[in-house]
């Protein structure tokens, strides 16, 4: 590559974002080929098929939940993943748990590991927060109170263990008001029935 070749490519490289797609890659005047040969010299990761990161962005442990929030934009950390972020569980998920409205594609990811859940269309965007994953780069995830929710309503898939440690260190963690906005979110998921009795077993 040409010095000239190698300050063009720079110059496009600085104005994507530090997480970016092909397609904006593309956008911004950067070929497949020039995507190799920055890969290639170091300049920018391939996280995920199709999602890039510079080399010069800031450091963040995070780099999964951004590779997939990138390749899914309308998807929303949820279960275990939104669970660990809240501190609610010491357990490190092995996949990235993601949700998708019901009846809409469901997305199938080899890596970063994905695990995807589908929930209700008229529901689904109940309760959901903007993480920072990394310096002004958010991602959607559901809250504290609606991911315990989700762990009770769901404990099956959960398992009734990680589902009874996250809604304990909620209520300590969050007291009275943690308990109204279990009861609401869990109202209007049609799951106060499954919360409520665990709720009042956990504070007996």
């Known amino acids: ?19 970016f797609t092909a397609t ?6 950067l070929s497949p080929r020039d ?7 170091g300049d920018v990761e391939e996280l995920s098929r199709g999602v890039y990161r510079r080399a010069d962005a800031p450091a963040t442990a995070y780099l999964d939940l951004l590779a997939v929030c990138m ?4 998807a ?4 275990e993943s939104a669970l660990a972020i809240h501190e609610l569980i010491d357990d490190i998920p092995m ?5 998708v409205p019901r009846g809409t594609h469901r997305p199938s990811i080899s890596y970063p590991p ?19 994953a990394a310096p002004h780069e958010m991602v959607p995830m559901y809250s504290a109170a609606r991911s315990v929710v989700d762990a009770m309503r769901h404990r ?26 279990l009861q609401e979110i869990a109202r209007e998921l049609g799951a106060l029935s499954a919360v409520r009795p665990a709720v009042e077993a956990v504070l007996a």
């Not at 994905?114 to 920072?132: D, I, K």
């Open 95 to 99: 996949s990235v748990h993601i949700a």
């Open 24 to 29: 904006q890659a593309r956008q911004a005047g």
């Open 71 to 74: 390749r899914v934009p309308r």
């Open 156 to 181: 099956r898939r959960f398992g009734e263990t990680l589902a009874l440690a996250a809604l304990g260190r909620y209520l300590r963690r969050e007291g009275a008001g943690g308990v109204r906005d």
């Open 35 to 41: 995507l190799t040969m920055l890969a290639t010299a």
């Open 114 to 132: 994905t695990t995807v859940a589908q929930y209700a269309a008229e529901t689904f965007s109940l309760a959901v927060e903007r993480f920072e």
């Open 1 to 19: 590559m040409t010095p000239s070749g190698g300050l063009r490519l720079e110059k496009r490289l600085s104005a994507l974002p530090p997480t």
């Open 76 to 79: 929303v950390v949820c279960g």
